[in-house]
């Protein structure tokens, strides 16, 4: 539900719920309830495009509501920052591992996937939303292709077995580890997004994740071990800083 926020909030309690939409400075604000929280708040939610107003329980989601209204200059400013969407369309470009990919409509049923033609060409069926779920499909399964293989090649440096892997498409880390247990493979699951990185980028998470194979947290030893490794940490980091958002506008 979207609500414009011109409200008295004097008036009898209007019903909030987690997940209505309320509209700020033409800007989507999501109510959220975080019973971990000790506060309302606000964010900036960099996946969605939106700002998000958490309350501690629904009973504060009027007030996450109201904390909302009067900052209606700074909700702008932060939507307005934020990259503009990046459709999954054809004619559109896109970096897939730090190479200019064209996304063009296949030229037969059978003639989907990446391809080299005078420069790299994302091909696929359908139109419109049709287009853009194929397209998606494909830089899944490129990026599984991809993850894969550099965890396999680091699993081994390590000593360790291959672990189970899957993509996927959280909104607030690239990549995550659940270590292995007796008669259970460990396992890790990454962004897809990482495709859209440089290679370097996507190398560095797959090494991260990785290393919590042996160590499952985030001390010094785990660094040292996954800075052993190759990639460069700080690099990576920084880039996926500062172009995180941008990735998360692929397909918005």
Known sequence: MIRSLG???????????????????????????????????????TTRGEIVATAPSPRRLKEAAAFAAPRAAWIGEAVRRLPPAEPLAPGAVLQVLGRACRLKPALGPRRQGLYEEDGLVLRASGEGEAFRRAALRILKAEALKALAERTAAYASV????????????????????????????????????LILAPYEVM?????????????????????????????????????LRAHGPRLHAVGR
Not at 9 to 30: T, W
Not at 208 to 237: I, M, N, T, Y
């Open 7 to 45: 409200l008295d909030f004097s008036a009898p309690d209007p019903r909030y719920a987690a997940g209505d939409v309320l509209e700020v400075a033409g800007c989507a604000v999501r109510l959220k309830v975080d019973r971990r929280a000790t506060r309302v708040s606000l964010r900036l939610d």
């Open 203 to 239: 190398d560095y998470v797959a090494a991260h994740e990785c290393g919590h194979l042996v160590h499952a947290d985030h001390s010094p030893r785990f660094w040292a071990l996954v800075a052993g490794l190759g990639p460069d940490v700080k690099r990576a980091r920084t880039w």
């Open 158 to 193: 390590l000593g360790h077995p291959a672990p189970r892997i899957a993509v996927m498409d959280a909104r607030s880390r690239w990549g995550s580890c659940t270590p292995s247990r007796p008669g259970r493979a460990a396992s890790l699951r990454y962004s897809w997004r």
